[in-house]
């Protein structure tokens, strides 16, 4: 499984970014996937930003209710994150990851740089 993420870039405090993570595989099925993204900035620890559970219903971390939402296309493989009201804490390289809903197998992709500019 091959997870690419993209739509990172520099943007002013209050802005919007639109995160792509696009996913693919020899044998790859989008569908049997939970799909989530999390972010990592240097000197703390990574952390879950917004997820799908099994049943397709979304969680996000405090920190991002109400200005994240993460949405998926099965049909192109892709998972979103819609980035609102961006903060200067939300600086981070954000990564999206796979789950496996029967094997639990992990993936991970690179990450997309955000840096917000107050």
């Known amino acids: 499984v091959q997870l690419q993420a993209s739509g990172g870039g520099l943007v002013q405090a209050g802005g919007s970014l639109r995160l792509s993570c696009a996913a693919s595989?020899?044998?790859?099925?989008?569908?049997?996937?939970?799909m989530a993204w999390d972010r990592q900035t240097p000197g703390k620890e990574r952390e879950l930003v917004a997820s799908?559970?099994?049943?397709?219903?979304?969680l996000y971390a405090d920190s991002v209710k109400g200005r994240f939402t993460i949405s998926r296309d099965n049909a192109k493989n892709t998972v979103y994150l819609q980035i609102d009201s961006l903060k200067s804490e939300d600086t981070a390289v954000y990564y999206c990851?796979?789950?496996?809903?029967?094997?639990?197998?992990?993936?991970w992709g690179q990450g997309t740089q955000v840096t917000v500019s107050s």
């Open positions: 990851n796979a789950v496996h809903k029967v094997t639990r197998r992990h993936y």
């Open positions: 799908f559970t099994g049943d397709d219903t979304t």
């Open positions: 595989g020899s044998t790859f099925s989008f569908s049997l996937y939970l």
